[in-house]
């Protein structure tokens, strides 16, 4: 299969991800690339665990903690800009029930950083950069790391959706001394903050080395109708924004 799909930061919000995982199905895709933070901000962290420990299992190739499953299975708080992001992972932890906390233990890349090969290309699955797995950002002007040994590099965390090239200095005549590293972030399936609402993963087809970011469409009423006042409202507000 040289068709992957990409999904980061999910966030608990399970409306979302339904609507990808539709997406996913139409276009044949089998095998998927989770990049971390499954859970915490949205409402429904449980359900999502379950949704994928029961139906994507079997498709999963990569699967590594993020920031949120680092603090939150961890109870490190400390990494937080802001004290309703510490609020709000403290309401998730004592929201997980046994089972979800079993998944993410037991099924998870702990490292936030995860190296394999995928018909013939050497990957590196990161949550965030090589600087600083769980809470350092890969942006195209600020890579955070070098990525040198790489042929393509994928991380989220920033839930701002890119793909580009960086070309290295290297010793290879052949291809005039350059080494082509392809970078993506697929955004964020659960809460954008490119000002765009839409659920959002990316497609990379190996074989013709192209990548699609998609954004899909899911019913942002309902996720915000299951908030509670038990975190900020920022939280549920800026799901509508894509903030």
């Not at 991380?155 to 010793?171: A, I, L, Q, R, W």
Request: glycine letters at 6%; hydrophobic letters at 35%.
């Amino acid at each position: 299969m040289s068709k992957y799909a990409i999904l980061s930061d999910i966030h608990g919000n399970l409306f979302a991800l339904l609507e990808v995982i539709e997406d996913i199905k139409e276009q044949n895709i089998d095998s998927l690339i989770l990049l971390g933070d499954l859970i915490d901000y949205g409402m429904q962290s449980n359900e999502v665990v379950e949704f994928i420990e029961k139906e994507l299992s079997s498709k999963i190739i990569c699967n590594i903690w993020g920031n949120h499953e680092k603090a939150i299975l961890t109870s490190d708080f400390n990494h937080f800009s802001s004290e309703r992001g510490i609020n709000s992972a403290k309401f998730t932890a004592s929201k997980l029930n046994d089972r979800t906390k079993d998944y993410l233990n037991d099924n998870l890349i702990h490292d936030g950083k995860y190296e394999f090969e995928i018909e013939g290309k050497n990957v590196l699955a990161l949550h965030g950069s090589l600087d600083n797995h769980y809470w350092k950002s890969i942006f195209p002007d600020d890579l955070n790391g070098n990525y040198l040994d790489y042929d393509i590099v994928l991380s989220g965390h920033s839930h701002y959706p890119h793909v580009f090239h960086k070309f290295y200095e290297t010793n290879n005549p052949k291809m005039r001394n350059k080494k082509s590293v392809l970078f993506i972030n697929p955004g964020s399936v659960g809460q954008p903050r490119n000002h765009n609402p839409n659920a959002q993963y990316a497609i990379l087809d190996i074989n013709y080395g192209s990548v699609e970011l998609k954004s899909i469409p899911y019913p942002v009423n309902k996720a915000m109708k299951l908030y509670d006042g038990s975190i900020d409202e920022f939280y549920q507000k800026r799901l509508k924004h894509g903030i």
